[in-house]
T-cell receptor
Framework: AQKVTQAQTEISVVEKEDVTLDCVYE???????LFWYKQPPSGELVFLIRRNSFDEQNEISGRYSWNFQKSTSSFNFTITASQVVDSAVYFC???????????????FGTGTRLLVSP | DAGVIQSPRHEVTEMGQEVTLRCKPI?????LFWYRQTMMRGLELLIY????????DSGMPEDRFSAKMPNASFSTLKIQPSEPRDSAVYFC????????????FGAGTRLSVL
């Protein structure tokens, strides 16, 4: 069975602090995808990143960076110099690699609520 | 390009009433998903369609829930009769085969059943 654990229920930081959101996953698949989604106070779910299990390179996009470590089954998300607009609930998700089947179910973690205060 | 469009954004109804939620997926996407989000259960996949055909409805909680996709650009999720425990945010998402299983979500419909 697949499982995603986001142990941090809520994190509070002050603007400009760096913050890391943890994500630990379980799967028996050898190939899979990992995702992060953001849910701001307005409620929509916004896709941030997808990582293929073949590729363990870390990724940076502006103030966002992701650290994928197969050895520890983790896919952590760091926001550098946080801003008030980063306040949201962040979800980590996992799916088997679609390969030729076209779709595999997304398994979501329970989310981490990030509060960034001025 | 327009994203996934859901309507209404908010729905308040009384127990026993029929509720219909609507979704327009991203043009060209061949998968459509309906999710429900509650504090207790988080995000749950209710049903998904491929090329307008329902593939897996194992997440639909009861027979009171039904979903249809009459064409590639429109889907509905209906609850009849509604109950207070159906109160939740309902999301529609779509994706395109071959694009890495990325699902794009709509803004959601917040349903309150009184």
């Amino acid at each position: 069975a697949q499982k995603v654990t986001q142990a941090q229920t809520e994190i509070s930081v002050v603007e400009k602090e760096d913050v890391t959101l943890d994500c630990v996953y379980e799967t028996r698949d050898t190939t899979y995808y990992l995702f992060w989604y953001k849910q701001p106070p307005s409620g929509e779910l916004v896709f941030l990143i997808r990582r293929n299990s073949f590729d363990e390179q870390n990724e940076i996009s502006g103030r966002y960076s992701w650290n994928f470590q197969k050895s520890t089954s983790s896919f952590n998300f760091t926001i550098t110099a946080s801003q008030v607009v980063d306040s949201a609930v962040y979800f980590c998700a996992l799916s088997s690699h679609p390969m030729n089947t076209g779709f595999q179910k997304l398994v979501f973690g329970t989310g981490t609520r990030l509060l960034v205060s001025p | 390009d327009a994203g996934v469009i859901q309507s209404p954004r908010h729905e308040v109804t009384e127990m026993g009433q029929e509720v219909t939620l609507r979704c327009k997926p991203i043009s060209g996407h061949d998968y459509l998903f309906w999710y429900r989000q509650t504090m207790m259960r988080g995000l749950e996949l209710l049903i998904y369609f491929n090329n307008n055909v329902p593939i897996d409805d194992s997440g639909m909680p009861e027979d009171r829930f039904s979903a249809k996709m009459p064409n590639a650009s429109f889907s509905t999720l209906k609850i009849q009769p509604s109950e207070p425990r159906d109160s939740a945010v309902y999301f529609c998402a779509s994706s395109l085969r071959g694009k890495g299983n990325i699902q794009y979500f709509g803004a959601g419909t917040r349903l309150s059943v009184l």
